[in-house]
């Protein structure tokens, strides 16, 4: 039987029949519809759908160019805080975290050997982009040198609840010998800023006219 006589036997067009037998994509029914009138079980020969090529966004693209701006950094990570307690005092090792649950408290540290004026971005599980510093978390934008622990201890909150999906999360710190002049900055009592097109277009363009600054980030993976 003929390709042609096929499609006239199953009453489907010669298009579907020939791309049937060249394993070419069909509609769902004329592929099982043919199955059938051969007595073949569709779910043994149909093939695996492809995976979907992810689509990197204008924003993950800008933050890749900021990243690539920088380094690499140990100078900071995330401390696992213990909740004992509802202020302040609570506990938390040395040590610097590459894996959070979610549902755990952590704080951000930074241990800068120069004093500079600090922003803090994140990029969540989500590939959305948020400034924690400045804002009402870490009003105290210029940070001497040393050990600094956000949130800071003037903010509404102690620590940070780790939410979301499971992921991986990076933090980015842009040190700047002087004030940043950016216009969507946040000020000290803001909520945290989600960061779009035009604010990382702009902050690419701050970081390439300042004649002193450091781009460090650092990576953490949040865990079920």
Same mark, same amino acid.
């Given at each position: ?20 037998? @060249? ?40 933050? @890749? ?49 120069? !004093? ?17 510093? !400045? ?20 903010? !509404? ?40 097109? @035009? ?26």
């Amino acid at each position: 039987m003929t390709q042609t006589d096929f499609a006239i036997e199953v009453q489907l067009g010669y298009t579907t029949v020939s791309n049937f037998f @060249n394993q070419k994509p069909i509609y769902r029914t004329n592929f099982q519809e043919i199955c059938v009138f051969l007595r073949l079980e569709w779910q043994d020969i149909a093939a695996s759908p492809e995976p979907e090529t992810p689509q990197i966004t204008l924003v993950e693209e800008l933050w @890749n160019r900021i990243i690539q701006l920088g380094s690499h950094s140990e100078q900071m990570g995330l401390i696992l805080v213990e909740e004992k307690t509802l202020g302040w005092g609570k506990d938390k090792p040395s040590r610097y975290v590459k894996s959070v649950r979610i549902g755990n408290y952590i704080q951000f540290e930074v241990d800068f050997q120069t !004093p500079g004026y600090l922003l803090l971005l994140q990029k969540d599980t989500a590939g959305e982009i948020w400034c924690f510093c !400045p804002s009402c978390f870490a009003p105290q934008q210029h940070l001497e040198n040393g050990k600094t622990s956000l949130p800071q201890e003037n903010s !509404p909150i102690a620590s940070f609840p780790i939410e979301g999906e499971p992921g991986q999360e990076q933090i980015l710190a842009v040190v700047t010998k002087d004030l940043p002049t950016l216009n969507w900055l946040p000020q000290g009592s803001d909520e945290p800023l989600q960061l779009d097109e @035009n604010s990382l277009t702009e902050l690419i363009e701050y970081v390439g006219k300042c004649e002193e600054y450091q781009v460090l980030y650092t990576d953490y993976t949040v865990i079920d």
